[in-house]
């Protein structure tokens, strides 16, 4: 009888590691805690793997250009609320952290052009996230 929690727990544990190594980088499992300002991305992506993140109603998409050694893309607010306080932060496999982006309120259905510039290309991998709402630091 007491066999019966440990073997659940096995079960969830290697459900839980095969289903984050068979994500591919261009879909990374995202872990949305829920809290207004908090958000995560597992793992990094490749260079040249595209950041989708979505995050209190605010989508996030970045790609990396090696032409121009920048990440760039947008963040859009998909709800009929304005979002206060949309931030974008990525960090790259060297140890580098870009951002965060300005603090800026999201009008509803919005879109806003992010661009981080001259980028040296001495990385492999990297992931960016949005955050909506929490404090400026």
């Not at 009888?1 to 591919?24: E, Q």
């Not at 995560?40 to 970045?62: C, E, T, Y």
């Not at 999201?106 to 990297?126: M, N, Q, S, V, Y």
Request: aromatic fraction near 6%; glycine fraction near 10%.
């Amino acid at each position: 009888m007491h066999r019966m929690p440990k073997v659940l727990v096995l079960i969830v544990i290697g459900a839980s590691v095969f289903l984050i190594s068979s994500c591919t980088s261009m879909n990374r499992p995202v872990i949305d805690i829920g809290w207004k300002g908090l958000s995560g991305q597992f793992g990094l992506n490749k260079q040249s793997d595209p950041v989708r993140h979505v995050q209190g109603g605010a989508r996030l998409i970045l790609a990396y250009d090696p032409k121009s050694q920048a990440i760039k893309g947008h963040v859009e607010n998909m709800t009929d609320h304005t979002l206060k306080r949309v931030r974008v932060t990525a960090r790259l496999s060297n140890g580098i952290k870009l951002g965060p982006t300005r603090v800026a309120d999201l009008a509803p259905r919005a879109t806003r052009e992010i661009k981080f510039a001259e980028i040296d290309g001495d990385f492999t991998g990297w992931t960016a996230h949005v955050e909506v709402g929490g404090s400026e630091d």
